[in-house]
Nanobody, 124 residues
Framework: QVQLVESGGGLVQAGGSLRLSCAASGSSFSANAMAWYRQAPGKQRELVAYITSGSITNYADSMKGRFTISRDNAKNTVYLQMNSLKPEDTAVYYC??????????????????WGQGTQVTVSS
């Protein structure tokens, strides 16, 4: 069983930055792809970014150039650096341990385990 604990959310003004962290339990962290999702009120959960076990990264179009996902396998932690935040980035952010697969392009398949989420609120 994998436990994921997110932290680092908060209230920030538009244009500001936050760094989210997700600490994972279990010995398989380095073998997993990891991802950040977010869910805004009244909207579906969406993929923000993922990072493979080999540290290849991929971002949703609206986050490219503003967000950076990284991982520290020694600490079993994945990070999401968020810069130039916008009010539309307001959401609960969740991390997930999953895997990637290739079907033409490379896709992320979420695993069964989710953290409790961390709230990010961006004021205008």
């Amino acid at each position: 069983q994998v436990q994921l604990v997110e932290s680092g959310g908060g209230l920030v003004q538009a244009g500001g930055s936050l760094r989210l962290s997700c600490a994972a339990s279990g010995s398989s962290f380095s073998a997993n792809a990891m991802a950040w999702y977010r869910q805004a009120p009244g909207k579906q959960r969406e993929l923000v970014a993922y990072i493979t076990s080999g540290s290849i990264t991929n971002y949703a179009d609206s986050m490219k150039g503003r967000f950076t996902i990284s991982r520290d396998n020694a600490k079993n932690t994945v990070y999401l650096q968020m810069n130039s935040l916008k009010p539309e980035d307001t959401a609960v952010y969740y991390c997930n341990a999953g895997l990637t697969y290739r079907s033409g392009s490379v896709y992320y398949a979420p695993g069964a385990y989710w953290g409790q989420g961390t709230q990010v609120t961006v004021s205008s």
